[in-house]
Structure formats: structure tokens, C-alpha cells
């Protein structure tokens, strides 16, 4: 059987850019499975509000979110990967991050270079560590990964925001050549600035498609012709599940029935009930 880390690295030598929905649980993973997609990413935002009801951050632990990939790894066949936020802590913290994460089940990391503790890269306050320890971090990602650790490494740099677009190109850079397998520059401010990316930084490199943030919202085909091979929506379940839940409420507190919902066989199907029911059927006893 195929390692998850082993069915990314078949997927990018598909041709075309990867669509990638992200996930905050086991449910929404496999719903994004079901959809046909390929792949997805467990959202550091999202799992910090769906599992804690807390902000993006830095409040969730590497306990809370190793576990919470495990949970979403185990629900789906398809590969996952997932926001290693800074690491949580020096070097060694972030080599054991990337093998915890590996263990869980996750095909790719993705560490960052923000201040711990770090916050949601389309907001204000970021700042990020001087370069020599944000090389220091990717390094040590990698020697975990070139150690045994079956996973990918994505390396995020916020410092468009903070130090502006040459700085930040030139992290790219200097992640690729310590051997990361994607880059991710965060929040680039235009298109123009997206194409810059793909045209200056070698490598699989990330699009960040985030609804009403800072970077502006291409189109798939738009996306691939600059450069772009993954295309993450970060917040768009997310913000489709809390939108839906809190119309359902409003209709309810009117004493109104909501209207539009799935068929109670619908989320039967979905969650599995049929598949169990018919592989418990198998183990019972025969007449």
C-alpha cells in the first residue's frame, strides 16, 4: 500500500494545477474526498476554530493538531497535508513536529517563519524571525524528512507583509535551495506579485485562495499559467459550515423549521452507516 507522502509525490507528476480544499475534521475531509478531489490540507485556522472556538493564533497545540490529523488521516485515502505553524519551538521541536506529523498519517508539513506565537497570515500583527533562524527551522525540517520521516516539506515565508516582496523572494529562494519540496509565499498583494513568485522562485509552489483576504482570487487556469501547482482554499468550508449553521439557528430561535436541509438518508450515506451496516452483516452467524 501506497504511503500518503508517496501518493502526493505520484500526484504532482500529473499534469495541470491541484485543487485542494482544506479540512478542520474527519468529516469535512471526507466530504472533500467524496467531491473528487485529490488532495487536501488541514487548515491550522480552521482547526483551531472548529475543534478549540478559538482564533488562529498560535492557542492550539502540536498535541491538539497532531491529533486532530490523525483523526482526519484515518478517515480518508486520499493524501493530507498540514500546517505545522513554526514548529512549536527550537530546531528539535520542529524535527519532532515534522515526525509526529509523518506518523499521523500526513503526506506533507508545512512550516512557517513567523514570530511564535504566530497568527492567521491575512491579518494584522504578524512578524516574522530574522533569517538565520528561519533557516535554521526549514533545515531542520528537512533533516527530519531526509532522516526517515515519510512526508514533504512546505516551507511558508509571511514576510511580504512584514519586510516586503524582495525579502520574502529571497527566503523563497533560500528554502528551495535547502531542499524543500514546496514553497508557499503568503499573502502576495497582486497578481503581478503572484507572477513574480513563479517566475523568480523555482519549485511546486502555492497559491493561497482565501475568500475576501489580502491576495487576489484567480481562477484555476489563471493560477496554472503563472506557475502555481497547488491552489489551497483555506476557509471556504469553513465559512460555508458556520454560514449554514448559523441561518439554521436564526430560523429556529423564530420557531420556524429550516428549510434546505440534506435527507436524513443523505447523511446516513455520508458518514457511512450503509458501509457498516453491510460489512457488520457479514460477521453475522448464518442461518
Known amino acids: 500500500m501506497k504511503s500518503s507522502a508517496k501518493k502526493l509525490r505520484d500526484l504532482l507528476q500529473q ?25 487536501t490540507f488541514m487548515s491550522g485556522f480552521a482547526v483551531s476554530a472548529a475543534r478549540l472556538g478559538l482564533p ?22 486520499i493524501p493530507v497535508m498540514g500546517d505545522g505553524d513554526t514548529g512549536y519551538g527550537n530546531a528539535m521541536n520542529v524535527k519532532r513536529t515534522v515526525a509526529g506529523y509523518a506518523q499521523a ?18 491579518t494584522q500583527g504578524k512578524q516574522v524571525v530574522d533569517r538565520a533562524e528561519a533557516l535554521t527551522r526549514i533545515q531542520a525540517a528537512v533533516d527530519a524528512r531526509d532522516e526517515g ?12 507583509a512584514t519586510d516586503g516582496m524582495e525579502e ?7 528554502f528551495v535551495d535547502k531542499g524543500v519540496d514546496f514553497v508557499f509565499l503568503e499573502a502576495p498583494q497582486s497578481e ?6 513563479c517566475t523568480e522562485v ?11 483576504g489580502t491576495t487576489p482570487i484567480l481562477p484555476p487556469q489563471r493560477l496554472e499559467a503563472i506557475g502555481y501547482k497547488l491552489a489551497a482554499y483555506p476557509l471556504t468550508l469553513l ?18 423549521s429550516p428549510q434546505n436541509l440534506l435527507a436524513f438518508e443523505t447523511l446516513r450515506e455520508v458518514v457511512g452507516f450503509d458501509a457498516y451496516d453491510q460489512e457488520f452483516n457479514s460477521y453475522l452467524p448464518r442461518p
Open 239 to 256: 465559512s460555508t459550515a458556520i454560514w449554514s449553521m448559523q441561518h439554521a439557528l436564526r430560523s429556529l430561535k423564530q420557531g420556524e
Open 149 to 160: 520521516a515519510d512526508i514533504l516539506i512546505m516551507a511558508r515565508t509571511d514576510a511580504r
Open 15 to 39: 499534469p495541470g494545477l491541484i485543487q485542494m480544499p482544506c479540512c478542520f475534521d474527519a468529516l469535512s475531509a471526507k466530504l472533500i474526498e467524496q467531491a473528487g478531489f485529490s488532495l
Open 105 to 122: 498519517g500526513l503526506a506533507c508539513i508545512m512550516i512557517e517563519d513567523q514570530v511564535a506565537p504566530k497568527r492567521c497570515g491575512h
Open 168 to 174: 520574502a523572494l529571497w527566503r523563497c529562494n533560500a
Open 202 to 212: 523555482p519549485g511546486y509552489k502555492l497559491a493561497n485562495m482565501l475568500e475576501q
Open 192 to 197: 503581478a506579485e503572484m507572477e513574480r513568485f
Open 56 to 77: 488562529d493564533t498560535g492557542l492550539i497545540s502540536y498535541g491538539e493538531m497532531v491529533d486532530q490529523a490523525r483523526q482526519v488521516c484515518q478517515a480518508v485515502s
